[in-house]
């Protein structure tokens, strides 16, 4: 079996495109649906009617999630690049596709979504920019379709390539040793908790004892499924669910590992490196970088004996700093730290070379570090710890630049100091441990504020919002609306909970310009008695997916529509009155006063008199 995965710019038609093949939406959260965008990995399965069959990952387009496309991209074999006719390549077309050349795709079939939306003489146009933009890439010569998933036109033909294309595939090295990055866990009643991902090589089968990792520790292999079959054997290349019992939902997740025993935990690994053209010039003898290994994204040290100078394949050594099971052979991507930059790729070599040191050291970091130790999570400011360490304050910022730069301090702002980073680490860890208990009892909240932390880790609430802003930039964890969540974590509503909302909001999916009072929304939770429905709601205003506008809520995606066709008239008539911004937005007076003023809060529109202008003449 193999798996085929898409890839492309936000909104070019992806998961529609899945949907459309596959009969299975892979937006499977309500903030999804109602915003109308991919934020995490979407699972489907294709099936055809002589057997051949193959699992579907679905990415998300928007750069904001580029991590969960990253933890989904090293099991495609198959990719669909899609890229809609009626807009062209895109920065992320680009982007996904840069990473793709180094992971393990095979075969790739350039998909022109949203046929319906261009003439004969433009699709022509899209096909010749399309074979341009894949042109020296891994894609130049890729089948080349176009298709509408609105009117259903092309796609026969598609699932005629696929299939084409899946029945000509190698199939993955199934007497290799087992190898199955994580993608998802979570835990059934009755069942315990189970894992998913792609079977990236070997095979498992129900009573297998294997190793799970990082931190290891050795687990047996309750059942198998496929596609929601019980299998008692898999093999490579197909997207399995786990059972493990014994193993609680909350020490496993997104990264991890699940791989034969004789596989280890390994934190320094040869590779091949081969540079990313463009980045060439941004490579340092050792450098810290963020490197991604099957669904794993992992802060690491890149060093090499030679820096590359172009992009041909290097000798290199990754030092990771979380103990990772790495498995020969296996393909990567790095990133800058900040910005993150892609830097290239390449595969784990055989050999292990643990233990090799990272280079001299000059004498006054030990000084620097035991100053900075001392002080704990209030850090320290530079003048303080040159004084601390009694150093010169400039050797003193030189050295902490770097000790920066190697992962073992962080840069505090607000005041400007410096923290150790074991200690911002552990920090980290308590954070991560409350949030991921906190997600996994309560997976509709949008996330924990700085306030609650505070008082469960009694550390105060200024420390933790400045010792944890390090970590929000590097992506450890994330931090929006308030909110902090493990990264990539996106509430989901219990199903009753969607249940209400949806059929709250089924009333006005058909008028884009009519909004659920904000009194009928309270009153109707009041009257529901379903557990968890003003935490919910206040989840789904937080991510966007509803907007309250003054007394009215209204999906994102509707708001989303208004805006476009507000922005579109404004770039064509310059400006707009109440009255045809009403007629626009097909609402009435009552809701287009506050709708036009929301616009105006939000920096999209400027008022001049008795008509808006654009603020910014262009918004994307
Ligand atoms: N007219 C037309 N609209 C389409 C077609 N395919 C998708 N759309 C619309 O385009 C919008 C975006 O589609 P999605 O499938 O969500 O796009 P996506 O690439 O998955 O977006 P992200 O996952 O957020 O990157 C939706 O409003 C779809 O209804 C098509 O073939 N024709
Ligand atoms: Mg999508």
Not at 82 to 106: F, K, S, W
Not at 220 to 247: I, M, S, T, W, Y
Not at 344 to 362: I, K, S
Not at 508 to 518: C, F, H, N, Q, T
Request: glycine share 10%.
């Amino acid at each position: 079996m193999h798996v085929l995965g898409t890839a492309g710019h936000v909104d070019h038609g992806k998961s529609a495109l899945v949907r459309a093949l596959t009969g299975t939406d892979p937006d499977r959260w309500i903030e999804e649906r109602l915003r109308g965008m991919t934020l995490d990995l979407g699972f489907a399965h294709l099936r055809f009617e002589d057997g051949t069959e193959a699992g579907v990952v679905d990415v998300p387009g928007h750069e904001r999630f580029l991590h969960n496309m990253l933890a989904g991209a090293a099991g495609m074999e198959l990719l669909l690049l899609v890229i809609a006719a009626n807009d062209g390549p895109r920065p992320q077309t680009a982007e996904h596709l840069a990473i793709l050349q180094y992971l393990n795709v095979r075969r790739t079939i350039v998909v022109l979504t949203k046929a319906d939306l261009v003439d004969a003489e433009e699709l022509a146009f899209a096909r010749e920019i399309a074979a341009e933009f894949v042109a020296g890439t891994f894609a130049q010569g890729a089948p080349c379709l176009a298709v509408s998933s609105l009117t259903g036109a092309g796609l026969q033909e598609l699932r005629g390539a696929i299939h084409e294309a899946l029945v000509a595939l190698d199939p993955r090295a199934p007497d290799a040793l087992a190898y199955l990055p994580i993608d998802r866990s979570f835990s059934l009643p009755g069942h315990g908790t189970i894992v998913t991902g792609t079977l990236m090589q070997g095979r498992i089968a129900a009573g297998d004892e294997l190793l799970l990792g990082p931190p290891a520790r050795s687990v047996r292999v309750r059942g198998l499924q496929v596609f929601g079959a019980k299998r008692e054997r898999v093999e490579a290349g197909a997207r399995v669910a786990v059972n493990l019992p014994g193993v609680e939902v909350a020490e496993v997740g997104r990264g991890d590992v699940l791989a034969s025993p004789q596989f280890e935990l390994r934190s320094s690994v040869e590779i091949t490196f081969r540079a990313l053209d463009i980045s060439v010039g941004l490579l340092k003898r050792s450098m810290p970088v963020r490197a991604y290994v099957g669904s794993a994204e992992i802060l690491a040290t890149l060093a090499f004996e030679r820096v590359p100078e172009d992009s041909t394949p290097t000798p290199a050594r990754l030092h990771l700093r979380t103990p990772t099971i790495v498995v020969p052979g296996a393909a990567f991507i790095v990133r800058r730290l900040s910005p993150k930059t892609l830097l290239g790729g390449g595969t784990v070599a055989g050999v292990d070379v643990d233990g090799l040191a990272l280079g001299d050291e000059p004498p006054e970091f030990g000084a620097i570090l035991a100053a900075l130790r001392g002080a704990g999570l209030a850090g320290l400011e530079l003048a303080s710890a040159a004084t601390t360490a009694n150093l010169a304050v400039e050797r003193t910022e030189q050295a902490l630049v770097s000790l920066v730069e190697d992962g073992r301090a962080y840069r505090l702002q607000r005041p400007a100091g410096f923290v150790e980073a074991d200690a911002a680490n552990e920090l980290l860890t308590l954070v991560l441990e409350r949030l991921k208990t906190g997600e996994t009892e309560s997976p509709y909240l949008a996330g924990t504020t700085g306030l609650a932390l505070s008082r469960a880790l009694e550390v105060d609430e200024s420390v933790i919002a400045r010792v944890l802003a390090p970590f929000a930039d590097d992506g450890k964890i994330a931090y929006r609306s308030g909110y902090y969540t493990t990264p990539g974590f996106v509430p989901s509503l219990r199903p009753e909970q969607t249940a209400f909302f949806e059929r709250l909001f089924a009333a006005v999916a058909s008028e884009p310009g009519a909004p659920v009072a904000l009194d009928t929304v309270h009153n109707a939770i009041r009257e529901a008695r379903i557990p968890g429905l003003p935490a919910a709601l206040e989840t789904l205003l937080a991510s966007r997916a509803l907007v309250r506008v003054g007394d009215a809520v209204y999906r994102g995606e509707q708001v989303a529509h208004v805006r476009g066709l507000l922005e579109a008239a404004l770039r064509r008539d310059g400006q707009i009155t109440m009255a045809a911004f009403r007629d626009l937005a097909g609402t009435s007076r009552k809701y287009a006063v506050p709708l036009l003023e929301w616009f105006d809060a939000a920096g999209v529109t400027l008022r001049t008199g008795d008509v808006r202008v654009l603020r910014r003449p262009s918004v994307t």
